[in-house]
């Protein structure tokens, strides 16, 4: 079973729209990390947030913002008055404490492309 | 400020050849582990290490071969290259333990297998 979902899977937005993009999670721990990633075309991964299962406050850093709600299991990212610059492909990812902490589950990545 | 390098950037190999993929950091992490992506698939883990002469296998370990003699160098070994072994590979470190550290990653490199 997929451990991380990233329903979406292309997304296209006008530039200074606003978009958020899903990333649900299934896990038993009670402890774990949830991770944001971004990868621009020229391929490198990008480390953007990390967030612990015991701390459900909403994040906001300039244009983005992060959204986790343990109720429905999801870890949504939001990033506001796009930019073409925000044109990546973005991935969450699940880290358990529970199986040794030495394995990111990621998901299968949302590409956003901001058109100007 | 290197972070994790990785070389080469891309390499086309014929089936059944070996090659080493090389991977170092220069932050003295203890952590480091090696991914591949694959389209439509995420990063997946294919071995990693928590310390000098300490590996274990990840998720698809099949066919790789790992070893670390010393902190800053975590090499991945193709064996005999397959076409499913065709992806792009990263590497990445962390201070400590995945969970509660982020990963910082190579660039990457792309790999062909005809």
């Known amino acids: 079973a997929q451990k991380v979902t990233q329903a979406q899977t292309e997304i296209s937005v006008v530039e200074k729209e606003d978009v958020t993009l899903d990333c649900v999670y299934e896990?038993?721990?009670?402890?774990?990390?949830l991770f944001w990633y971004k990868q621009p075309p020229s391929g490198e991964l990008v480390f953007l947030i990390r967030?612990?299962?015991?701390?459900?406050q909403n994040e906001i850093s300039g244009r983005y913002s992060w959204n986790f709600q343990k109720s429905t299991s999801s870890f949504n990212f939001t990033i506001t008055a796009s930019q073409v610059v925000d044109s990546a492909v973005y991935f969450c990812?699940?880290?358990?404490?529970?199986?040794?902490?030495?394995?990111?589950?990621f998901g299968t990545g949302t590409r956003l492309t901001v058109i100007p | 400020n290197a972070g994790v390098t990785q070389t080469p950037k891309f390499q086309v190999l014929k089936t059944g050849q070996s090659m080493t993929l090389q991977c170092a950091q220069d932050?003295?992490?203890?952590?480091m582990s090696w991914y591949r992506q694959d389209p439509g698939m995420g990063l997946r883990l294919i071995h990693y290490?928590?310390?000098?002469?300490?590996?274990d296998q990840g998720e698809v370990p099949n066919g790789y071969n790992v070893s670390r003699s010393t902190t800053e160098d975590f090499p991945l070994r193709l064996l005999s290259a397959a076409p499913s072994q065709t992806s792009v590979y990263f590497c990445?470190?962390?201070?400590?333990?995945?969970?509660?550290?982020?990963?910082?990653f190579g660039d990457g490199t792309r790999l062909s297998i005809l």
């Open positions: 932050m003295n992490h203890e952590y």
């Open positions: 896990t038993r721990d009670t402890t774990y990390y």
């Open positions: 967030r612990n299962s015991f701390d459900e």
């Open positions: 990812a699940l880290s358990e404490v529970r199986t040794g902490a030495n394995n990111l589950f």
């Open positions: 290490s928590v310390g000098a002469g300490i590996t």
């Open positions: 990445a470190s962390s201070a400590m333990g995945v969970s509660n550290q982020p990963q910082h």
